[in-house]
């Protein structure tokens, strides 16, 4: 199967989904959040959400910053997404690719994928691109499901990021490994 139409097949599964999104993930997405956000300060930054689905994140850190662009490949979650969206001024929404992401270099404070990787035929691409938008000694967060990677892939897929580990989470109440990343 080509890249583009195993992203279709996630993207129409997401669409199928996204009603019940909420539902199925909010308390071990809010676990993940929690975990990350106490070992990376945001407040202030331009924050890049890729994989936002339908927003939850928003909630834990629209407030603290300058700016936070959910971007999802799902129009389905995209529309869960502008429910959360409208709560705050400072979050916007964008439909694209993980892998070509329609940012310049350099732009934002930290990029975050929350349970996303999985997801994509190659993560380790998909690092590179979100590495790209962030700046020089900006952070990037990613997590790993536990049931798609096991700890020694997801280690290689994070050291062929060419980014430095700063900090890595791996709860037994986590069903993701947590890895914050230093650009």
Request: charged share 25%; hydrophobic share 40%.
């Amino acid at each position: 199967m080509t890249a583009w139409k195993a992203k279709r097949t996630i993207m129409k599964r997401y669409d199928i989904t996204a009603e019940m999104y909420d539902e199925r993930y909010f308390d071990e997405q809010h676990r993940k959040y929690q975990k990350a956000l106490e070992t990376v300060d945001i407040e202030g930054l331009e924050i890049l959400d890729v994989g936002c689905g339908s927003g939850l994140f928003f909630s834990h850190a629209a407030e603290q910053t300058k700016m936070v662009v959910g971007m999802d490949v799902s129009h389905g979650l995209l529309l869960k997404a502008k429910d959360q969206a409208k709560r705050f001024e400072n979050v916007f929404l964008v439909q694209s690719d993980a892998d070509h992401l329609p940012f310049k270099e350099d732009f934002f404070g930290a990029a975050v994928a929350f349970t996303m990787l999985q997801n994509i035929p190659n993560p380790a691409k998909t690092i590179t691109e979100l590495r790209r938008t962030v700046k020089t000694g900006g952070k990037v967060v990613v997590t790993g499901l536990k049931k798609a990677f096991t700890l020694s892939e997801f280690m290689d897929i994070l050291e062929n990021s060419k980014l430095t580990l700063t900090t890595f989470i791996d709860e037994e109440a986590l069903n993701c490994h947590v890895a914050i990343l230093t650009v």
